[in-house]
């Protein structure tokens, strides 16, 4: 019994001992991990503080990027809606006038089928009723010798077939129908008109060299022709066109002046404005 007692007491000993050794061995090995850990902690915490850093540059420099490009963008944007609108007035201008002309037209010759007897031969023919129809305040060339019935048939004729490609767009067609009508009828009464569409076809595929020099011949040669105020206004857009500022502004002022109260006039004031605030480059 003694014996057991003492056994069990000396094995509780060793026990106890084994205990304590590990408990030593143990303590300075968690005395070294813990500041390692600590450390390694730190330099963790320190490196993603530096990627944050780092992360929101990178972000601030998009922003920045992104800032600038929108300002570019949205001076492009002003730049098209200026355009758009110009081409809008310009078409306005435009095909108003082309539908008011050919509608006078229909109803003119509809309104005389047959040739009148008149005492003043030639010019009473259908041919002669349309053509003062639709240009009433054309002047003819004075010098210019008599147009037969014929001659005034054949030459609105011809007006009308480039006319016709005018509107529906081939400006290419138009423009070679309105050159051979000036060269074969050079003393027409439609012939300052054609000088008008000739240099609007030049116009609308931005030739704007020979559209300007079209203008100037009707301005020149036909100063009371109904078409001088939009001649003058699209001879202003023209050399807006070709960068000549400074001749495109007086032009279009000059429209302001000699032709108050036509809608040339009021495009002309329109455009003035617009360029008045444009920021100076």
């Known amino acids: 019994m003694v014996f057991r007692l003492a056994n069990r007491f000396t094995a509780g000993l060793s026990m106890a001992g084994a205990l304590a050794s590990a408990m030593l061995f143990m303590a300075p090995a968690k005395a070294q991990d813990s500041p390692m850990s600590l450390a390694d902690r730190v330099a963790r915490l320190e490196q993603q503080q530096q990627n944050q ?10 922003l920045q990027q992104m800032q600038s490009q929108m300002q570019n ?54 041919a002669a009723a349309s053509t003062a129809a639709a240009n009433p305040a054309a002047p003819a060339a004075p010098s210019a010798p008599a147009e037969s019935a014929a001659e005034k048939s054949a030459a609105l004729n011809a ?34 008109n054609a000088f008008y569409w000739l240099g609007e076809s030049y116009y609308a595929t931005t030739n704007y060299q020979v559209a300007v020099e079209a203008f100037k011949h009707l301005l020149n040669q036909y100063p009371q022709s109904d078409k001088a105020p939009d001649a ?42 617009r360029l008045s605030q444009q920021p100076s480059r």
């Open 159 to 192: 007006y009308n077939v480039a006319f016709k490609s005018l509107k529906g767009g081939d400006y290419v067609s138009s423009s070679r129908g309105f050159r051979e009508f000036i060269q074969k009828y050079p003393n027409d009464a439609l012939t300052p």
């Open 53 to 62: 850093d780092q992360y929101r540059t990178n972000l601030l420099n998009q």
């Open 73 to 126: 963008m949205q001076g492009q944007i002003e730049e098209l809606q200026h355009q758009v609108q110009q081409l809008q007035d310009q078409n306005k201008a435009q095909y108003t006038d082309l539908d008011s002309r050919v509608g006078r037209l229909e109803k003119t010759a509809s309104a005389n089928p047959a040739p009148a007897a008149s005492s003043n031969g030639p010019a009473s023919s259908p």
């Open 232 to 273: 003058t206004l699209k001879l202003g857009y023209s050399q807006l066109e070709m960068k000549q500022n400074d001749a495109g502004v007086a032009t279009l002022k000059s429209v302001v002046a000699k032709y108050p109260n036509s809608n040339a006039a009021k495009l002309a004031q329109e455009r003035l404005r």
